[in-house]
């Protein structure tokens, strides 16, 4: 089976066809299907060494409200759907466990102060529910993504379930994966707008850089570790991509509904430390280009937000660009979901790629157009991404990614930051 073989309606185009629709409805529409193909070949020549395990294969439920959600085979679809997450309240959390809110005061100074990873404010996301949603719902409407006939109650329910399933799953196995996020004719929008910043503006591509803290900073790899080229932007941003985004409303409104998605999960995202997150901002986005190479090495098994950084990162988002990919061009992202027991061993991340352990077999994941992919930027989900082949019909492959941020690790890392800046 190919990864096109099914197609759930995308959104929001399927609010307005099953607006009336009711609960019981929306299980009667659930398909559950058990993908063989969708795993790359073990052992393919040009594969990095991840892929000498025998990957675990997803099984993919279709469900008109909630796009086509993939989760490891063996998880009971039915009961990731029909079962809401755990209830997790401010006052559920074990003494010495529960959070203490920030000051407004300390919220604003975290969006002024920039970062030493990316030179970026930091990008504020509404404080509730209900105000992402109508950030959200007011864009779709103002540039016809949606008409006021469209029945909002089915657009929130998407979107309040598609929340509850990735809670749901990043409790689990430490990521969520869903297709058709936004529906073909957005996507491939996004998709034009990803390909004239890469023909039109190359020049603000740089090549990919990793992380590092004052103990760190000093390490020069002696291998490749990534070789993609990246570009940052911000909507709002008139200095950058920025500035072409806003020629396509498709982008704002990608990053609207990544944030109401993540708001719709509640309290129910956690820190590196079992604490309850609360999720305040999140960085600029960055544009990324993998090209086809004969000695390309993609991007070695890694975390994002290794606790040496601790740079507040808790949750990545990548939203994939590429129409009709195929699992024999390369490009998939490499994932390691959490063990049975919830949680993933403290090992580097470069020994993954020659674990036996059956608890730790990695999954692929086809970066196929108007895919999301959501998972912990912290030692809780090691991931990485296979080079793009030689053998590959296509010549790139593109990817936007989003990370969400840890109020508290936050301002704790920029308080360190701006000490270290203001020395001397």
């Given at each position: 089976?190919?990864?096109?073989?099914?197609?759930?309606?995308?959104?929001?185009?399927?609010?307005?066809?099953?607006?009336?629709?009711?609960?019981?409805?929306?299980?009667?529409?659930?398909?559950?299907?058990?993908?063989?193909?969708?795993?790359?070949?073990?052992?393919?020549?040009?594969?990095?060494?991840a892929d000498i395990h025998v990957l675990t294969d997803l099984?993919?439920?279709?469900?008109?409200?909630?796009?086509?959600?993939?989760?490891?085979?063996?998880?009971?679809?039915?009961?990731?759907?029909?079962?809401?997450?755990?209830?997790?309240?401010?006052?559920?959390?074990?003494?010495?466990?529960?959070?203490?809110?920030?000051?407004?005061?300390?919220?604003?100074?975290?969006?002024?102060?920039?970062?030493?990873?990316?030179?970026?404010?930091?990008?504020?996301?509404?404080?509730?529910?209900?105000?992402?949603?109508?950030?959200?719902?007011?864009?779709?409407?103002?540039?016809?993504?949606?008409?006021?006939?469209?029945?909002?109650?089915?657009?929130?329910?998407?979107?309040?379930?598609?929340?509850?399933?990735?809670?749901?799953?990043?409790?689990?196995?430490?990521?969520?994966?869903?297709?058709?996020?936004?529906?073909?004719?957005?996507?491939?929008?996004?998709?034009?707008?990803?390909?004239?910043?890469?023909?039109?503006?190359?020049?603000?591509?740089?090549?990919?850089?990793?992380?590092?803290?004052?103990?760190?900073?000093?390490?020069?790899?002696?291998?490749?570790?990534?070789?993609?080229?990246?570009?940052?932007?911000?909507?709002?941003?008139?200095?950058?991509?920025?500035?072409?985004?806003?020629?396509?409303?498709?982008?704002?409104?990608?990053?609207?509904?990544?944030?109401?998605?993540?708001?719709?999960?509640?309290?129910?995202?956690?820190?590196?430390?079992?604490?309850?997150?609360?999720?305040?901002?999140?960085?600029?986005?960055?544009?990324?280009?993998?090209?086809?190479?004969?000695?390309?090495?993609?991007?070695?098994?890694?975390?994002?937000?290794?606790?040496?950084?601790?740079?507040?990162?808790?949750?990545?988002?990548?939203?994939?660009?590429?129409?009709?990919?195929?699992?024999?061009?390369?490009?998939?992202?490499?994932?390691?979901?959490?063990?049975?027991?919830?949680?993933?061993?403290?090992?580097?991340?470069?020994?993954?790629?020659?674990?036996?352990?059956?608890?730790?077999?990695?999954?692929?994941?086809?970066?196929?157009?108007?895919?999301?992919?959501?998972?912990?930027?912290?030692?809780?989900?090691?991931?990485?991404?296979?080079?793009?082949?030689?053998?590959?019909?296509?010549?790139?492959?593109?990817?936007?990614?989003?990370?969400?941020?840890?109020?508290?690790?936050?301002m704790r890392f920029l308080t360190k930051f701006n000490s270290?800046?203001?020395?001397?």
């Open positions: 089976m190919s990864d096109k073989a099914i197609h759930s309606p995308p959104m929001p185009d399927s609010a307005a066809h099953h607006s009336t629709c009711s609960e019981n409805d929306v299980y009667d529409n659930l398909l559950e299907t058990t993908l063989h193909n969708e795993i790359g070949d073990v052992g393919k020549p040009g594969m990095g060494s099984k993919r439920i279709s469900c008109f409200l909630a796009g086509e959600i993939e989760v490891p085979d063996g998880v009971p679809g039915w009961k990731i759907l029909c079962c809401p997450p755990p209830t997790v309240s401010s006052e559920s959390f074990k003494p010495g466990q529960k959070r203490a809110r920030l000051k407004e005061t300390d919220r604003i100074s975290i969006k002024r102060k920039k970062s030493r990873e990316m030179g970026h404010l930091d990008i504020r996301i509404p404080s509730g529910w209900e105000a992402c949603l109508l950030v959200l719902w007011e864009h779709a409407i103002q540039h016809s993504f949606l008409t006021q006939s469209v029945c909002r109650d089915a657009f929130v329910e998407r979107i309040r379930r598609i929340g509850a399933i990735a809670s749901r799953s990043l409790q689990q196995h430490g990521f969520f994966t869903i297709k058709h996020l936004l529906g073909l004719t957005r996507a491939t929008r996004l998709c034009q707008w990803a390909r004239d910043c890469w023909c039109y503006q190359r020049h603000l591509f740089r090549a990919g850089k990793l992380s590092s803290d004052d103990r760190n900073a000093d390490f020069v790899p002696t291998e490749p570790i990534r070789t993609d080229l990246v570009a940052w932007f911000y909507p709002d941003d008139t200095n950058s991509l920025g500035k072409t985004a806003s020629s396509f409303p498709e982008v704002r409104l990608l990053l609207l509904y990544l944030d109401a998605v993540v708001r719709s999960m509640g309290y129910t995202l956690t820190n590196r430390n079992s604490c309850q997150a609360q999720v305040d901002s999140r960085s600029w986005s960055a544009l990324s280009v993998y090209q086809k190479q004969s000695n390309g090495v993609g991007y070695v098994s890694h975390y994002d937000n290794p606790s040496n950084l601790a740079d507040g990162r808790i949750l990545t988002a990548l939203y994939y660009l590429n129409p009709n990919w195929q699992r024999n061009w390369g490009g998939q992202l490499i994932i390691w979901p959490r063990r049975n027991n919830g949680e993933n061993s403290e090992q580097s991340p470069a020994d993954l790629d020659t674990t036996t352990s059956t608890d730790s077999s990695p999954l692929a994941i086809l970066p196929t157009l108007d895919r999301l992919v959501l998972f912990y930027a912290d030692e809780r989900t090691p991931h990485r991404v296979q080079p793009v082949f030689p053998t590959a019909e296509v010549d790139e492959r593109f990817a936007i990614s989003t990370w969400y941020f840890d109020s508290e690790e936050r270290n800046t203001n020395v001397g």
